[in-house]
C-alpha cells in the first residue's frame, strides 16, 4: 500500500485535529496511508479555501494536488477534489481514495498552454485567478467588443448582457489580468466554478494540454445544466461520461459525437472540477448508441421519444 | 407497465409535498392529468392548500405510437406505502426538491433511498427548485451529498413552471437509458 504525505492549511486547531483523526481512523480503509506532513514535504494540500492565497499560489506551481475545504454555503471552486465543511470520515475517505487515483497516474507536466491556442490561455488565466480573494485583488478578462468578466472571491461578476453572451457562447474573452477596477455597478455574479465550465467548453478543438490524452475520464458529479444551459450533445456525453471511464476516443466513438466536441466537453467538466482521471484500465469500450442494432422495442422506443423531446432534427 | 415492447413506458415522479410533482405532469402531459388531491391538513410541512394522496397521472403519446405514462408519487411519508406502488415497473424516476424546505437535503436522501431501488441503475434524476432564493441551498450542495453518499445522479436546478425545465429532466432520464440499453447491446 502507498503512503502519501498530506499537509491541512488554514484550519483552526480543533478542526486540524479532527483531521488528523480522520487519517487514523481510515488506516487500513482507504487505497492508501496517509501520514501528515509540513507543507514542504507533502504530496497533497488539504486547505480551507480562505488559507493564505500565497500558500496556495505556490503550491499550485508544484502541480501536485489539493484538495479544498469550503463552508457550508460556499460556492464550490473550479477544482477536482473539494469537500464542504463539516467533512465526514467517509467523504474525506472517497476523496483520499480519488486523490489516490489521481496520483497513480502518471504525473502530467507543466499545465501552460502552447503558444497560439489562445483559448488555452484564456482558461490556464482564469485556473490561476480563480482561488484568489477579493481581498487579493480583482483580475479581469475583456472580449474584443469590450465586455468585461471580473473574477475575485470565488466568483465572476459582469453585466446581464455579458452573462448571457457567456452562457450562449458568444463571448470570446481574453487572459484575465490583475486590475485594480471594481466590477461594474449592475454587474451579477456567478459561481466563478460555472465560468469556468464555459471558458472550457469555449476551448479548443484540441484536448485541454492539462488533460492526458492516454487517461480514462468519469464525471464524478453531473453539470447543472438546468442553471449552465443544455445542449443535447452535452447531455448525451454526460450520459456516457457518467456511466462509465472513457477516453476522449471511446467518448467520440460512443456517444457519435465529434472529438472536438468531446475534448471541449472534457475542458469544461474539468475546468468545474467535475471530472476525474482514472487509470485507463479501468476504462471499457463502450457500444455506440448510434451504431447498436435495433433492439426490439427500446430503441425504437427511446428513438421517438427522443423525437418528442427535440432530442434529434 | 414499462413494457417497451408493448409501446409502453412510465416515468415516476416523486418527491416531498410541494416540490412540483403534480404541476411538473401538468407542464408536459398531453391530457389533463388525473388528479387524487385533497384539502391538505399538514400545514406544519407546507402550505399548499391541496395535497396528492394517490397519484397523478399524465400522459404523453410519441410519433411511432408509443405511450409514455406519468404517474406522480404523494409526497407525504405517511403515504409511503404508495410509493413502492406506483414506482413499480418504471423506466425511470425524477425527484423533485424544494430548496429552501428545511432538511431539503434529507428529503433527498429519503426519496433517492426508496426509488433507487425500483428503477433501472443510474436512471433517477434530481430536479431541485427555487435554488435562487434567500436561503436556499444550491443545486452543488445536492450534487455533494450524492457524491458523498456514492450516488451518481444528475441534479438540475429546475423551475417546473416552466415546461422547458421539466423537459430538461426527462431529456436527461432519455439520455441516461439511452446510454444504458445501447451498451446493453454490446
Known amino acids: 500500500m502507498a503512503t502519501y504525505k498530506i499537509c491541512d492549511i488554514g484550519f483552526a486547531p480543533d478542526a486540524s485535529h479532527a483531521l488528523h483523526s480522520m487519517f487514523k481512523i481510515m488506516e487500513g480503509r482507504a487505497q492508501a496511508s496517509w501520514v501528515p506532513a509540513t507543507l514542504d514535504a507533502a504530496d497533497v494540500l488539504l486547505a480551507n479555501v480562505t488559507a493564505d492565497p500565497l500558500a496556495l499560489s505556490a503550491w499550485s506551481r508544484s502541480g501536485k494536488p489539493v484538495i479544498f475545504v469550503i463552508d457550508e454555503r460556499g460556492s ?81 461578476h459582469a453585466l446581464p448582457a455579458t452573462l448571457a453572451a457567456l452562457r450562449e457562447g458568444r463571448l470570446a474573452l481574453g487572459t484575465f489580468q490583475p486590475t ?71 467518448l467520440a466513438s460512443g456517444s457519435g459525437q465529434p472529438l472536438a466536441t468531446v475534448n471541449r466537453f472534457l475542458a469544461a467538466a474539468s475546468m468545474a472540477g467535475l471530472l476525474v482521471a482514472v487509470p485507463r484500465v479501468e476504462a471499457v469500450p463502450v457500444a455506440s448508441t448510434a451504431a447498436a442494432p435495433p433492439a426490439r422495442g427500446w430503441r425504437r422506443f427511446v428513438g421517438d421519444l427522443r423525437k418528442h423531446l427535440g432530442l434529434v432534427a | 407497465m414499462n413494457d417497451v415492447a408493448e409501446g409502453e413506458f412510465k416515468i415516476v415522479f416523486t418527491g416531498p409535498m410541494g416540490a412540483g410533482k403534480t404541476t411538473a405532469i401538468a407542464a408536459i402531459s398531453e391530457i389533463d392529468p388525473v388528479r387524487t388531491e385533497v384539502a391538505n391538513n399538514d400545514r406544519m410541512s407546507h402550505e399548499k392548500a391541496s395535497t396528492t394522496v394517490g397519484f397523478d397521472y399524465g400522459r404523453i403519446t410519441l410519433p411511432g405510437g408509443g405511450v409514455v405514462r406519468l404517474y406522480g408519487t404523494p409526497g407525504q411519508p405517511r403515504f409511503r406505502f404508495m410509493w413502492s406502488i406506483v414506482g ?89 437509458l439511452e446510454t444504458q440499453n445501447g451498451n446493453a447491446y454490446a
Open chain 2, 88 to 176: 413499480r415497473g418504471a423506466a425511470g424516476a425524477i425527484v423533485l426538491l424544494d430548496a429552501t424546505q428545511p432538511g431539503a437535503l434529507v428529503q433527498m436522501d429519503l426519496f433517492v433511498d426508496a426509488f433507487r431501488p425500483l428503477v433501472p441503475e443510474g436512471a433517477l434524476v434530481v430536479g431541485v427548485g427555487r435554488t435562487t432564493e434567500d436561503g436556499a441551498l444550491n443545486s452543488d450542495t445536492f450534487a455533494s451529498r450524492l457524491e458523498a453518499r456514492g450516488i451518481l445522479a444528475p441534479v438540475l436546478s429546475v423551475d417546473v413552471r416552466r415546461k422547458a425545465d421539466v423537459m430538461l429532466l426527462v431529456q436527461t432520464l432519455a439520455c441516461i
Open chain 1, 180 to 250: 485594480t477596477d471594481w466590477p461594474a455597478a449592475g454587474a451579477e455574479r456567478l459561481p466563478v466554478r460555472d465560468l469556468a465550465w464555459y471558458v472550457g467548453l469555449a476551448g479548443d478543438e484540441s484536448l485541454a494540454p492539462w488533460l492526458d490524452a492516454g487517461a480514462a475520464f468519469r464525471l464524478r458529479r453531473w453539470p447543472d445544466f438546468g442553471r449552465l444551459g443544455a445542449r443535447v450533445e452535452l447531455l448525451e456525453l454526460a450520459a456516457h461520461a457518467a456511466a462509465r471511464p472513457c477516453t476522449p476516443a471511446l
Open chain 1, 76 to 156: 464550490f471552486p473550479p477544482a477536482p477534489f473539494v469537500l464542504r465543511h463539516p467533512v465526514r470520515v467517509m467523504q474525506l475517505l472517497s476523496m483520499l481514495d480519488n486523490v489516490t487515483e489521481h496520483l497513480r497516474e502518471p504525473r502530467r507536466q507543466a499545465t501552460v498552454a502552447p503558444e497560439g491556442t489562445c483559448a488555452w490561455r484564456v482558461a490556464e488565466s482564469l485556473r490561476a485567478v480563480a482561488m484568489h480573494t477579493v481581498e487579493r485583488g480583482w483580475n479581469v478578462a475583456e472580449d474584443a467588443e469590450g465586455a468585461h468578466v471580473w473574477v475575485g472571491g470565488g466568483h465572476a
